[in-house]
């Protein structure tokens, strides 16, 4: 932490500084420049109370933080990148995984219905939601556990492991009953009690990043899990709230290798809330998995304008099959391996571009 | 709500969107244009559900919603504003209340000092964090139960009615049991677990703007409140996150006269998390009263600089104490009142600007 | 400029650092911390290119600029307001000025019956644009110099000194003949050369801040100005762009507060285009006010629905002249005046608010 | 266009819309609904100021625009993609286009040196700023015509078309006589006297997003140069402004989907201005053509850290030969070619991901 004193400041003013640190137990150097003195605090980590402590203090002009609020999720402190074990299916290696299913379990019908369609089509996981959060109060919100019951089923038929949202601290221990992963969703990124209420569930944890959630903060949400002693957490960049409003959300794909630089943790992509429009998810898609992307999360629907939820983001049974061999060509084009359960590679990759 | 077709759509696509419509109950009426046609269809509430579908049939362009999506928190249905009785304080009347108090109760002392000289200066209510949601874990998070203890000795004490935060559905009654108004914070705006639990009590509810909440969406939010029979609903706009940094937030206060046009629910502003610097505070104080806000919430701390938490955003006891007589000026002057204890008013309003 | 390590940068990295600072000619000063070294760069003005070019350099985590960019508009270096002179007007100094007019010239009756209602009303300057800048080619786009020349009619008239907008720095003579001051519209906050050419032009320039301009490169933007001799500057706040889409902007009140801490130069704001909704404008205009305007600029139109542009953010004559009593009793309030033609005081600070 | 009207509204305020509808010489349709009536506007294109003028009638509640307000850039009036041709490289064609070179044109050896570079390399156009708008009056600000000349002399060496950026109307002419394509900056992406200069000229224009521009506000910019004429408009994503503070801009790939189903002309991205860090701008590279970028334009540099300007985000020639055999890779896997002067394709399908 550097403190920058005003251009006048004086020198009783800089010992107020260095007293009011030693107070907090750290050590300080001063420097000073030709305008404006500085200075440094030594130690870490050092707590924002500090900071917000000395900006007040006469003479300084501002505090500078220059070490991360973060520790767990820094690949500073763990280098090589974290693997998520979801069944059979690792999430942060080599392979893309990709998630698909309806944004919210319907029935028992449509939800193996889909299961079945998109493991054809090569997902990996199911998702499916039991619990919806909605903006207004008057939307279908899920069938609660009927709904987990239901996507049990889906996995028992097809071997998909489950991925569902949590909503609530007394919901994690019903839903891990259930769920492969538990999904915290973006509304819900800064919740802290849910998070720490995942950190201790024995689960793997997809944590969606919040619409007005800076990547630092996203970092510090999912250390708020790591925290708690759990060490299975994918992020998951779904898109931030701009003033652009011809697309639901302005998907950040630079967030993916920004993560990658500051954490070891996977991250996956949600190009269905990112956009909004069904149309646009393809291109997504592919541009997620070049980004580097360890996976995706598409929300894919039996009879898109026949869903309770989302259905305008949705993809059919048949777009989410004609898009996955081209996304094996991508994947292959940046080094990853995706593997599709039968079509032909080589013929996928001269298809022309939607 | 409103179907628009895309230029070149046939009569058998128009049809289409008839029947879906009729599917889900409603009736339409077509409109041939010189360049596209539309389809009105009739009835009300329509459900998003609707929308999503029939976005989503051949030959249509857009579906324009035109009907809110929310009712109980309307002025079209309820042109009276509602005034929200917190014991002997009306907030949404004539009169200007302000809230202040520290961020977090720290200690008994902390709190009881500051109720009495946040009073002598003109409060009607006290605020004080007990469960306070932090970005980092590392960070402190209040004193708990002990916190709310202590607030009720500062209500013993000085007779202000107490505002604390409340952030999770199971703690609601517990911190019902002391606090006089339940405050939801703005990460939890769209907690709707949580907006239901408070709808359920029988407290007032403050309920904060989320940093990406669109006004609408916030009125969703108290709807979603109301919904359970809790009509007591403050909302406060406290600011909203954009690309300027200067400032924590951007305070947006034509977010007040908005409120106040589509909805009878009074709103008050917080300009210590809108700004995030305690010497922008005052001058927002005075600008969220003449744009017509029933009332401030501000952080008043006896010692800024040791404060455990928002010690930069914080105004001293003399801080707040200057800038009342100023703000009853102010209030005057647009023609609502703000008692103070003793100080004459005549002077004030010749004082010079800060 | 502060140079912050990596933790574990070598001695050779914090060397080379040393030297690509001396290349430029400037100082340095090493600390070593407990987890990072850093490097005080000593010496002011120091060019953004050094910033980056050390950023580059192997163990260098960040580099942070500890000193302003700007210096002429700086209260550092001019710690008096500055009060710019329009005529018999005095922007900047105790009395609030409120400038008034149409969003475009549209005809010689228009523009003088506009000029004398917001007269009587309290106005003590007249806007009106003769070259529009419009969003779609397809739009009125103003009269010219036609109507520059009707302005100059109005101020002949009613003795209001003339705001108009240039748009190009060919335009600024042919502009300059006509008007007291030249406005720079939010489109062109960043537009260097116009910046230049009115910073040449001996006529005060009122600089609008940009749609997403933050708050240290609007300061840019008037250093631009100022650099070329003119220091007559008048910023004006008119709202940024932000998710919320229910005002055409986001006005930042905040911002006049911060000005007026980091500046000498006088900042007015603008409610219309703050807002975009004419019934929005009143209370901005009195938050704006409170907030520490040195004065406002608002659309005032004889007839806003048949208005060329801008018609649905302009006040007629009869909302323009309800709130000037009640703007003149909270200018009064935050001690400062805004005389009125007429219109006795007692009476309107009583009125009830909007 | 579709007028709302507010429940209550009277028989007499709808004549009264149907009336001043009428008054624009346009056809109107009315909808009596169950809760409010809508009043349907025929023609086309209908302006804004019929927009402005409906929405201030009594009983009106709001105005919704349903037909596009660009035509030229339309994919309506002009369903096959525009194909630009610079000499003898194709824009918006099955090859995707690489321009690569210096923020700015430093001196002849740079430009050169890096022309050869990355001609090398695989890019198909040099880019270079002779006139560079700065934030900040202090820095370097381009070298003027000289650069151009220096622009020229590398075109000579290598036959690489040369793309730079013209500031200002009364340049446009200078400028064309050197370079092969007009750059409209992302400052000017609404500088309207600019755009109809450069729509005057007998080059290709590349029109960059501002940073705070919507789509279709982007597209009406390009309307403003198609309207003059000119019909060889390349459209640039280039990243906007957010919340996001740890990269530049938040480089928006969406909308390259979006553009693509709006609009006939070509769409390519910037990622170096999109993310400001030049570690993070070849997954950005390689997610802009996987979602289906006609282009790329990417600063490149010699040397970074000796940079005038923008060495941050700049690549050095190995970074970006380094990533050129994988982008081309990636386009094969989307059906699109990227030739390479000679590196094999087959190895580089296999490197891994970085």
């Known amino acids: 932490m550097i403190v920058v004193m005003e251009p006048g400041a ?17 050590g300080t150097k001063i420097v000073v420049g030709a305008e404006r003195s500085i200075v440094g605090v030594l130690g870490a980590p050092l707590p924002d109370t500090l900071k917000e402590a000395l900006e007040l203090l006469p003479g300084v002009e501002e505090v500078v933080r220059i070490t991360k609020r973060y520790k767990l999720v820094s690949r500073d402190f763990h280098p090589i ?14 392979e893309v995984a990709v998630i698909a ?24 996981l199911l998702r499916g939601g039991a619990y919806k959060p909605r903006t207004s109060p008057y939307e279908f919100r899920g069938l609660g556990e009927t709904g987990l019951k239901y996507l049990a089923k889906a996995r028992e038929e097809t071997g998909l492991p489950i991925v569902t949202e949590v909503l609530s601290p007394q919901d994690v ?10 999904q915290v969703g973006a509304r819900n990124c800064q919740n802290y009690l849910l998070l720490e209420a995942v950190g201790k569930a024995k689960k793997p944890v997809l944590l969606k990043r919040g619409m007005s959630v800076q990547i630092e ?30 697309t639901r959300n302005t998907l950040d794909l630079a967030a993916v290798p920004v993560v990658k630089r500051l954490s070891h943790l996977p991250i996956i992509v949600d190009p269905s809330h990112g956009t909004g429009r069904w149309y646009l998810v393809p291109s997504m898609m592919l541009a997620a998995v070049a980004a580097g992307a360890d996976g995706l999360i598409v929300e894919v629907h039996p009879n898109p304008d026949h869903a309770l939820s989302d ?17 094996a060509a991508v994947a292959q084009a940046v080094g990853r391996s995706l593997p599709l359960p039968q079509v032909p590679e080589a013929e996928t990759a001269l298809s022309p571009a939607d």
């Open 217 to 246: 903060e996203w970092l510090l949400a999912a250390e708020y899990v790591m925290a708690q002693g759990n060490e299975q957490v994918i992020l998951c960049e779904r898109g931030i709230r701009t003033f652009e409003t011809f």
């Open 81 to 94: 990148d974290t693997v998520v074990h979801v069944r059979d299916v690792a999430i942060g290696g080599n």
């Open 173 to 182: 221990d019903l839903v891990a009953e259930y769920a492969d992963v538990l």
């Open 311 to 327: 259905g305008a983001q949705s993809l059919t049974f048949e777009n989410f099959a004609t898009v996955m061999p081209r996304l």
């Open 10 to 26: 004086t020198q009783e003013q800089i010992e107020t500084v260095v007293k009011r640190v030693a107070e907090f137990g750290f």
């Open 101 to 124: 299913g309806p944004c919210s379990v319907e029935s028992e019908e449509q939800i193996i219905e889909t299961a079945r369609a998109v493991k054809a089509a090569g997902a990996r």
